[in-house]
């Protein structure tokens, strides 16, 4: 099931305007059960970062997170970075034109990124599954980061294939998941001198993914003519998904298609 087609489609229509733009982050917000585990992790992070902090979305797709980082400060200096240079223009010019000058997107490889010691905090968010060598890319974000800085990555987790029924592969990508504790091993491996790891997507996110992603990305493959119809149909299914989304977020789960692992340097 390809989910980057439809995110392309959503992506086009609400990039019309700065007010769409923000509909569409609010959509993604409450679908992606995976955006709720990244916040509650962004929340507490905030608690004790630097008042100007730098920050760098590694990946950052279609900004939705440097979007939520850029409102919890004025203060913060974000860098968003992202291959494809049809996102990054259109980011610079949404952030433009809500008056956010404190963030900035660039189109690089990520492995292009060399700046030593600069950041507070690296998202890499659902984007280290895409990259070739993957061991190399953590040593260049740690040696990147600042002492004391953390790295937040959200990727699909060894149980992903079992449990979600999706075993087809967005083009480009290196790898379909990874095993807790291997990732945790990497990080060790490339400097970091504290990791922790959770899984997200449990039964309740597995519930909620399946009513709320997996069912309408069936239909929409099949036609589009059904995005007209996805209204109605969240108008039913999105109460429910938002609560199986909280309870999935504030549960601790001994397995989960999902990880989400932070590491210190």
């Not at 979007?67 to 010019?93: P, T």
Request: aromatic share 12%.
């Amino acid at each position: 099931m390809r989910y980057e087609p439809v995110k392309e489609t959503l992506g086009n229509i609400f990039k019309r305007s700065p007010w769409a733009r923000i509909i569409f982050y609010k959509v993604l917000d409450l679908l992606i059960l995976r955006t709720w585990h990244v916040h509650r992790e962004l929340r507490k992070w905030k608690r004790s970062a630097p008042d100007a902090a730098h920050i760098l979305d590694a990946g950052c797709g279609f900004g939705q997170f440097s979007y939520y980082l850029s409102k919890m400060s004025d203060k913060f200096s974000i860098l968003g970075v992202e291959q494809k240079k049809e996102r990054v223009c259109e980011c610079n010019a949404f952030f433009r034109d809500i008056g956010k000058e404190n963030t900035l997107f660039r189109s690089v490889e990520l492995d292009s990124v060399q700046m030593p010691d600069s950041f507070h905090l690296v998202l890499l968010i659902e984007t280290l599954k895409y990259v070739h060598n993957d061991q190399a890319l953590l040593r260049q974000l740690h040696t990147s980061m600042k002492t004391g800085g953390m790295l937040l990555v959200s990727t699909p987790s060894e149980f992903h294939g079992a449990e979600s029924d999706d075993n087809d592969s967005d083009e480009g990508q290196f790898r379909e998941f990874y095993n807790k504790n291997d990732l945790k091993e990497k990080l060790k491996l490339a400097g970091f001198t504290k990791v922790k790891a959770h899984y997200s997507y449990g039964i309740p996110g597995q519930i909620s993914w399946r009513f709320s992603m997996k069912i309408p990305v069936q239909l929409v493959n099949t036609s589009r003519l059904f995005l007209v119809l996805l209204p109605f149909y969240y108008l039913i299914v999105l109460p429910v998904a938002v609560v199986l989304n909280f309870i999935d977020s504030h549960t601790v789960h001994s397995k989960g298609s999902g990880l989400l692992v932070l590491a210190w340097k």
